[in-house]
T-cell receptor
Framework: RKEVEQDPGPFNVPEGATVAFNCTYS??????FFWYRQDCRKEPKLLMS???SGNEDGRFTAQLNRASQYISLLIRDSKLSDSATYLC????????????FGGGTRVLVKP | EAQVTQNPRYLITVTGKKLTVTCSQN?????MSWYRQDPGLGLRQIYY???????DKGDVPEGYKVSRKEKRNFPLILESPSPNQTSLYFC????????????FGPGTRLLVL
């Protein structure tokens, strides 16, 4: 089983719609979670950290479910510019807090 | 402008010909790391460095070397490249470690023939 798993997609989303997707992680000791965004052939950039109580940043909402070991990202009112691959990132506490990246979920927002 | 730079951005080489990919950051970050990204496998860490003269293996270090003689630079060395090292490579830096925001360079696309 992969340490961090994501549905690769693509999620085809009409402009203005809401899309949500999850990421599951296997290490129950993980404490830090992030979503990074990666545009085609570009470098990843931090989108948001994920806090225990859930957090929102504009149209983006991240949630953490420790019991089921997954995090989620919801995008409201999707824009064309939201088209990207979203990478789930989880820390490995027993390995000096190195990061494990998921394979990414591709989102395509269409007019 | 705060940034991480990598050179070269694209490289085609042949098996066994030593190469170095440079990485430099101007943010005075302590932590630097190298990743490779392959389809279906996500980003995998090759090596990381917590500080000058301190480096350690990541998840896929075989076939690579690094050095950290100065805070700002963290070159990745392939002593004898092989075709399975064909990949997209990213250098990243952060203030103090893995839990901080990672700032990635633009990537180096390497093809080993």
């Amino acid at each position: 089983r992969k340490e961090v798993e994501q549905d690769p997609g693509p999620f085809n989303v009409p402009e203005g719609a809401t899309v949500a997707f999850n990421c599951t992680y296997s290490n129950s000791a993980s404490q830090s979670f992030f979503w990074y965004r990666q545009d085609c052939r570009k470098e990843p950039k931090l989108l948001m950290s994920v806090y225990s109580s859930g957090n929102e940043d504009g149209r983006f909402t991240a949630q953490l479910n420790r019991a089921s070991q997954y995090i989620s990202l919801l995008i409201r009112d999707s824009k064309l510019s939201d088209s990207a691959t979203y990478l789930c990132v989880v820390n490995k506490p027993a390995a000096g807090n190195k990061l494990t990246f998921g394979g990414g979920t591709r989102v395509l927002v269409k007019p | 402008e705060a940034q991480v730079t990598q050179n070269p951005r694209y490289l085609i080489t042949v098996t066994g010909k030593k190469l170095t990919v440079t990485c430099s950051q101007n943010m005075n970050h302590e932590y630097m790391s190298w990743y490779r990204q392959d389809p279906g496998l996500g980003l995998r860490q090759i090596y990381y460095s917590m500080n000058v003269e301190v480096t350690d293996k990541g998840d896929v270090p075989e076939g690579y070397k690094v050095s950290r003689k100065e805070k700002r630079n963290f070159p990745l060395i392939l002593e004898s490249p092989s075709p399975n090292q064909t990949s997209l490579y990213f250098c990243a830096s952060s203030l103090a470690g893995g839990l901080e925001t990672q700032y990635f360079g633009p990537g180096t696309r390497l093809l080993v023939l």
